[in-house]
Every structure is written in structure tokens, then in C-alpha cells.
């Protein structure tokens, strides 16, 4: 008699068997230089309100290098399109010939009204974060400040330092997923195993909840899903996430450019997010 094979990853009927540790960051690039190098993949990037055919040489969890037709300067904002609505935010970090190196925007993009991911990062930072308190008080709130002008070229804005992670369980694996953007309905996430379009994994975000989803396009290690139901977004705050670093360093491919600096986001701190928010639920 046979004995049965042993499926790896999770077991069959304990999502829970596998032990991911959700703090831990990559403490080196075990990334083959071209693991993901796509030299036939077609994609656009949305630059200064137009669109852009590019051909994707080269795609990471850090960022990605294209090749097209657009001239956009260092520290320019571009959105890449990779497949449906599967949108990053990115920032150009070298320009050589017709190539141009992104890097990814890190933290993750909350798809939803500015009140509802106010509530959901105040609340995380509550949950997670209990050391950098909000303060209270029975005054009336003071005026809100008027908003300073924008700068053109973007770099005034702000952005929150979380990253969500989360495990997708698929064909008896267990896989360390991260989230780029969330939605009610669907998220892109960075995933290294290989998702079929088409595949209905389980999201497991930890104590925000699970949720079944369906591929619905994947390019490199990234990949967009559809929920199979209505997802409420302030459950995340149940989950602790990552904060992310204020630095950037550069995938393999790119050693050859400058490898590190601090990025142009303009991230907040902690301390700084939690102020923010303070003055926002005021107004």
C-alpha cells in the first residue's frame, strides 16, 4: 500500500499551519537579476495627463525599469498600468536613453473616501502603534489651517508609512503576499508564486479577516485580485503592518545606478501621520 503524498505548504483543512513571521524584512536581494525580466510585455504609464505604450524590461518588488517614447525628469511621479485596473504609483529614479528606472511607491494604497482611510490609519495606529497616542481634549477644535498651495511638481504631498501584508493559500501553498493597494472589492498584491489568471485563492489578511478572491491578471511577481465579496476596509486595523524605511534600495538590475538615497515621497513618520490625523478629524 501506497502511502499518501504529503501536500506542502498549509495542510489541507488548517489555513493556520503555516508560520509567517509578518514583521520580518527581506535582509537580502535572494531575487535572481532576471527573474522577472519580461523583454516582450507591453504596458503603459500615465505621465503629466497622458498615456504611454512602454515595453517592461524588467519588474521587482522595488520598482521596475520601461522602455518608450516619454521624457519625464528625475523624481517625476508616474502611474504604471500593468493589467485592468492594476495601477502603481512610481517615482522615476535614473533616465538613460529611452530606458527609465521606478521605484514603487511602498506604502499601501487605501482605495477609499479620505474620511474612511483616516478612520482605518487613526484606528491602526490605536491598535498597533499605542505608544504614539492621540491626545484628547473637551476644547473645541481649533480652525483648521488654510491648505498650503500645491507645489507642481508634486512632492509637497504626504503619504502614510504602512505596508499591509497578508498569506495567500492556493493549490495547498502558503504564500507571503503584499498588499500594494486595497479596495472594497479587489486588491494588487506582490506575490512570488505563480498565480494563474483565472485562480481563486484565499486572502488571508491575519486578524482583519479572510477573504476568496480571483486572479484576474498577473505580470511578474505582481498580480490583481477581485473579491469574491464585499471586503470592509477598517478591518485592517486589526492587523499590525510594516512601517515602511525612508530610504530605497535598488533592485539587483539596477546596481549599476545609484543604489540608495531617500526617497521622494515625502513619507511620514509615525509621530507625523498620527498629527495629521489629528488635525483632519478635527476639521
Known sequence: MLASKKPRGAKADMLNSVSVAREETRRGDTRAGDRHRLPQEQVRVAYNGKSHDVQLINLSGGGAMVEGDFAP??????DLHLGGDGVIECAVRWLRDDRVGLEFAHETRLECSADERASVLRET????FPDIAFETSDEEPAPAAPEPAAIEDGRRERRHPLIW????HHDYQSTPVRLRNISSTGALIECEQSLRVGAEPLLDLGDAGQVFATVTWRIGDQAGLKFQKHFDLAQLARAKPQVA????NAPTYLTSEPAA???PWGRMSLSELRDELEGFMKR
Open 73 to 78: 525628469l528625475l523624481w517625476d511621479r508616474v
Open 245 to 248: 524605511s525612508k530610504s530605497w
Open 261 to 263: 538615497g531617500d526617497t
Open 125 to 128: 495606529i490605536n491598535r498597533s
Open 165 to 168: 501584508s497578508g498569506i495567500i
